[in-house]
């Protein structure tokens, strides 16, 4: 299984798996709303190869200036739904975030408050607390205990 950065090639095999998600997952009125996204909204968008077939998809979208990324347009083949591969796309996009300057001083700033260390167990935000702080540490700057 590879994760590779989406290209124009790909539009037709990638639009393919959203209609195969049609109705259960996207609404038929989405595709205009995707096609839309991968030609003017895209900034980082991902495939996931298997066997050289496109199995899944999905992008992020950064908003500095909110402080905030966003994940988007996730779908999986549906002969792989429920064997990991979404997760494993996720995972691969939050590290690519979790990798971006201005994320990593907002994971700074929120480790450093100890207000927030406390709201994240009740509300089952712990694993993601130390899934950002190993990726970051990672990288071998800033270290987050």
């Known amino acids: ?3 590779r950065t989406y290209q124009a090639e790909d539009f037709t095999k990638v639009l393919g798996l959203l209609r195969q998600n049609i109705p259960q997952y996207f609404a038929p009125e989405e595709e205009e709303d995707f096609i839309h ?9 991902f495939v996931i190869e298997q066997d050289q077939q496109i199995i899944g998809c999905g992008g992020i979208n950064f908003f500095p ?16 739904q429920g064997k990991g591969i979404g997760k494993t796309l996720t995972q691969y996009r ?11 001083e907002i994971v700074k700033e929120l ?5 927030s260390y406390g709201y994240c167990p009740s509300k089952g935000e712990l694993a993601t607390r130390k899934f950002l702080a190993s990726v970051t540490n990672k990288l071998g700057g800033t270290q987050i205990n």
């Open 1 to 3: 299984m590879i994760i």
């Open 94 to 104: 939050m590290t690519r975030i979790a990798e971006t300057a201005w994320i990593k």
């Open 37 to 45: 996204y991968l030609e003017k909204e895209r900034e980082e968008y």
């Open 65 to 80: 200036k909110l402080k905030k990324a966003r994940i988007s347009w996730d779908m999986i083949h549906a002969e792989y």
């Open 111 to 115: 480790v450093d408050d100890d207000q």
